[in-house]
């Protein structure tokens, strides 16, 4: 069982390579790129990214994406439109008035905005949407509002931290940017430039990201139906014993050498499909294949003659979360506030995208991976913190369709390696891995097959039962 745990987290590194997701806190480089094209301003303590946001301050979110910012003070200041709410202070009544004025948005009553009233996160998904230039009860209604949006490409951030905040308002307003308006002429940003609204060279950094996202997410679009992969990776795994032990063996850092060369097919779903086969060498030992499936909210597991097999349903939940929302996706620009930086370059013929995810998407990813394990059935103390240290991606793109893929990613949990028994022996397992993946079959083109499972042996009531009766009744 402990080389099943082993196998379990090296494997849950390699999908995470291809499993892009988002999180909901922390946007703080986001809210500075929006600063800098006037988009997100703050106030004198900054921008208050865990503060919940009013109405008042989406309404003026709203007016500066229609790129009206200056409109509404202008003709507000003249006369030639009146605010007519009583609860709207001074400085927000230019930016509701003339939303008002242009029919975008209505009051609470005949008198009131209730601009002090939280912003939820279907309202300003309803106004992202109008911006883009779609239409209440046309496009969609204040029901179906957000899953609408998000076959757009517009994630609500919050939905996984479940309060939402102004760090999603600008995480949101980032994505909505670079999203193609109703019209089909052009991306939200690039028609505010060209419009006049925005400044080209203060948004310069932001179109980069965004032509980059949706090249590459053009080239990429058929891994949204499944990916077959080939996989040359090499990993660097060192094993540290945590505080005082009582004998060597407990305190030696053990180092080792991986390498893995195989297939890994992936089919995204309501109920995800995942396949790898794998020939795993330790330096200066012999090559063992190891093969994986998830299917149906189960995990089987087949190194050699053994083969086990373990009820996993949260951690399914985890994987279809990871796999459906993220890069590639339909647009490519909902992963655009979890990426540090995004370049792309010529290699002869071929286009070389590169990015590195940031604190956001590495947070997420490691609360994801520890949740998943944890409501899986694993006891409390054997997995502790998972945190992915380094997450680096390169995607070579020929004639239009999606070459390869590479990852350096360095990886560390914190694990028991007495799986739950007494005494605990905590040790922190690093991976460093380097990785290659030659893109075989994407799309309808990628099939798994899977074996009779009926032999392999269950693992009753999850990974509970890699501990002791004993040790569970204490």
């Known amino acids: 069982m402990k080389r099943f745990l082993t196998i379990l987290l090296t494997t849950l590194a390699l999908s995470a390579v291809l499993c892009v997701s988002a999180s ?15 988009m997100f301003k703050g106030t004198a303590g900054g921008f208050d990214l865990d503060k919940v946001p009013t109405r008042g301050q989406a309404a003026i979110m ?24 009583t609860d709207v202070s001074e400085t927000v009544a230019p930016y509701v008035a003339w939303l008002v004025d242009e029919g975008i948005a209505n009051g609470t009553t005949a008198t009131t905005f209730g601009a002090s009233d939280p912003c939820t996160a279907r309202a300003y998904t309803i106004f992202l949407l109008r911006a883009l230039g779609y239409q209440d009860e046309t496009d969609f209604t204040a029901v179906t509002a957000q899953d609408f949006a998000a076959k757009l490409g517009l994630l609500d951030t919050s939905s996984l931290s479940g309060t939402f905040l102004r760090d999603d308002v600008a995480a949101m307003t980032y994505q909505a940017l670079g999203l193609d308006r109703k019209s089909g002429d052009t991306y939200l940003l690039d028609h505010l430039i060209k419009e006049g609204f925005i400044d080209a060279n203060d948004a310069y950094p932001i179109v980069e990201k965004i032509e980059n996202a949706r090249a590459l997410s053009a080239a990429s679009a058929a891994m949204d ?20 032990a009582s004998s060597q063996e407990q305190v030696r850092v053990e180092h080792s050498v991986l390498s893995c060369k195989g297939n890994i097919k992936m089919i995204p779903s309501i109920s995800p499909q995942i396949a790898y086969d794998l020939n795993v060498k330790e330096e200066g030992g012999n090559s063992q294949r190891v093969q994986m499936w998830m299917q149906n909210g189960w995990l089987y597991l087949q190194t050699g003659d053994e083969g086990i097999k373990m009820e996993i349903p949260e951690m399914a939940d985890a994987y279809e979360a990871m796999m459906s929302s993220g890069m590639p996706a339909s ?9 540090e930086y995004m370049t792309a370059k010529d290699s002869g013929t071929d286009k070389v995208y590169s990015l590195e995810m940031n604190d956001v998407f590495v947070n997420l ?14 006891p409390g103390n054997v997995i502790g913190e998972f945190k992915f240290d380094q997450f680096k991606l390169d995607y070579t793109v020929k004639n239009g369709a999606l070459k390869t893929i590479s990852a350096d990613v360095s990886v560390s949990v914190d694990v028991d390696a007495n799986m739950g028994q007494k005494p605990a022996i905590m040790k922190t397992v690093g991976i460093s891995m380097q990785m290659k993946m030659d893109v075989a079959a994407t799309g309808a083109a990628v099939k798994i097959t ?17 501990a002791s009766p004993a040790d569970q009744a204490a």
């Open 24 to 38: 909901a806190s922390n946007f703080d480089s986001v809210a500075e790129e929006l600063s800098a094209i006037g």
């Open 331 to 339: 647009t490519g620009v909902s992963i655009l506030p979890f990426v």
């Open 225 to 244: 139906k499944g990916l077959s992969a080939n996989i040359d990776a090499n990993m660097s795994i060192t094993v540290t014993p945590q505080g005082a």
């Open 365 to 378: 990813l490691n609360s994801a991976v520890v949740s998943g394990l944890m409501e899986s059935g694993l």
């Open 62 to 85: 709203l007016v500066r994406l229609y790129g009206a910012e200056q409109a509404a003070q202008n003709t507000y200041s003249s006369g030639r439109i009146t605010c007519p709410f």
């Open 450 to 466: 899977y074996p009779d499972f009926s032999k392999f042996e269950e693992v009753i009531g999850g990974a509970d039962q890699l």
